[in-house]
Structure formats: structure tokens, C-alpha cells
């Protein structure tokens, strides 16, 4: 009688963090790195006063050419869940953040839009039914503080409205992120359709807004054009499809603590390109929130085994 073949065990960990998940999160983050570049492109390529419609030119031309290349279209009850996932991620998100920035200084939008990791943790529990989590919620209000000690300058003031933009987009993008991981993917559709159906469906959201908000569009020069091609083939389409396929691969603690990279990132090109300095307080930030980070990406403490006694 032969014996049983012994049981496959999971890869080895890479600094604790599950090695099968490390490629997909490494290509997950790219996403977020990418979003991090959008005060860059706006500030010094877009022309100004047009906000809403860099939104609409990062959503809807990229998921039409998804639509057009994959031929995918949504079955059943996924035309209903594809609209409100591309609402709750993209078509929502946008207006509030641009509104958010309009009546906040930029830390401190920055800081609230940190909120979402916390906001993640809560929804799990009840969307996901997942146990509430002391761990995430502590990680999470550090990266919150390290995101905050980066980005928020001596001179911030606050806003009722724009706090409230600020911390709606942050849940917004937080309930999409959860229901996306709650639905996964329908069978039949690969990550590239299933970001088209949302960027069409975010951008369908945002068109009647821009032109009620905006009006015409404005007039594009060459850099203009550069950096609008950046924010929908990059900052849209590509970046999308990442995320997308991050969210319903990885484990959900994971993905929430990524988009904190955002801030650092743009901070960081605003100490290289635009001469920003940082001192002592924003490298303790820095510390914080790429230690949250880390963090969200190792799996939970286990208890260990209790030896019965003979």
C-alpha cells in the first residue's frame, strides 16, 4: 500500500509576503505610481480650468477602445453591476476630487483621500462578512498620518465642502473597490474588458457634467495633447486594467493600502521636477506610509497550535 503523496504547501514568503502574490502586486501598485503623476501632467501640461474634462478624456476614449478590441459586452445582471462599478470607481471619484481640491489645499485632500484603507476595512465587514480587523485599522490610520506628515503643509485650512468631496471620493472609490472584490470577474471577460465596461460606464457618468460644469472643450496644443494621451492611455486604459486585475486576484487587505503610494509619488516628483524640498517631518512620513504598505501585504498573525496534553 502506497502512501499518500504529501500535500502541496504554498511558495515561500519574500519578506513575508506570499511569493505568488508578489508579481501580481508589484504590477497592482503600478497603478496607483501611475495616478501619482497626475498632478505633474495637470499642473505643467493641461491647460487649467478643465478639470472635469481631463477626467472624461482619462475615462471614456480608453474604455472604447477596450470595448472595440475585446467585443465583449456584459451579460445579465452585469450591465447593472459593470455601471455601478464604473460609477463607484471612476465616475464618481473624479468630480469629487476635483471639487475637493478646488475648496482644500492639496495635502490635505491628499490626506483624506488616505482615508481609504480604513474606510476598506469597515466595508469588509460588512460586504465581504470578513471579522473586523484591529490590525488594518491601526496600519491603515498610519499610513493615514504618514500620507498627512508628507503632504500637509503649515498653512492648511479646511473646508466643510471640500472635506466632505474629499471623504466622498475616498468611500466611493473604497464601496468599489470592496463590491469589485465581493462580484470578481464574470466569466468570459478578461481584465481588459472588464476595465472597458467600467471606464465607459465612468465616463458615460461624467459627459453630461463636463459639458454642464465646463462647457466647450478647451483648445489643444501638442503638450496639451502629450499629456492628455498620458492620462488616458496610461493614467486610464493601462492603468485600469492593472488594478482591475489586481483587485479580484489579490486579497483584498492588499490591494486597500496601494493607492497610498499615490501622494508619495507625487510628492516626489514635485521634489525632482518642480524643486520641492522635503525635511525631516516628510521622511518620517515617507517611513510611515511605505511601512503601512508593506504591511497590508503580509497575511495575518495566526495563532499558534495548542499541543494537547497526553
Known sequence: MTSPAPRRLPGPAVGGVPRAHLPRTVLTSLTPIAWGTTYLVTTELLPPGHPLFAGLLRALPGGLAALAFTRTLPRGRWWGRAGALGVLNIGLPFPLLFLAAERLPGGVAATLAAAQ??????LAVAVLREALSA??????LIGMAGVGLVVIGPSAAF??????AALG?????????????????PPGAGPTAFAGWQLTAGGLFLLPLTLLAE?????IDPTAALGYLWMGLVGGLISYVLWFRGITTLPVASVAVLPLLSPLVAATLGALVLGQTFGPVQ??????????????QLPAPTSAPTRSRG
Open 117 to 122: 484603507p480604513l474606510l476598506i476595512a469597515l
Open 135 to 140: 490590525r488594518r485599522l491601526a496600519w491603515g
Open 159 to 164: 473646508d466643510d465642502v471640500g472635506i466632505l
Open 169 to 185: 471620493s475616498a468611500a466611493s472609490m473604497a464601496l468599489g473597490i470592496t463590491l469589485t472584490k465581493r462580484w470578481g470577474r
Open 215 to 219: 462647457g466647450a472643450p478647451p483648445a
Open 283 to 296: 521622511l518620517l512620513g515617507f517611513g510611515l506610509a511605505l511601512a503601512a504598505i508593506v504591511a497590508g
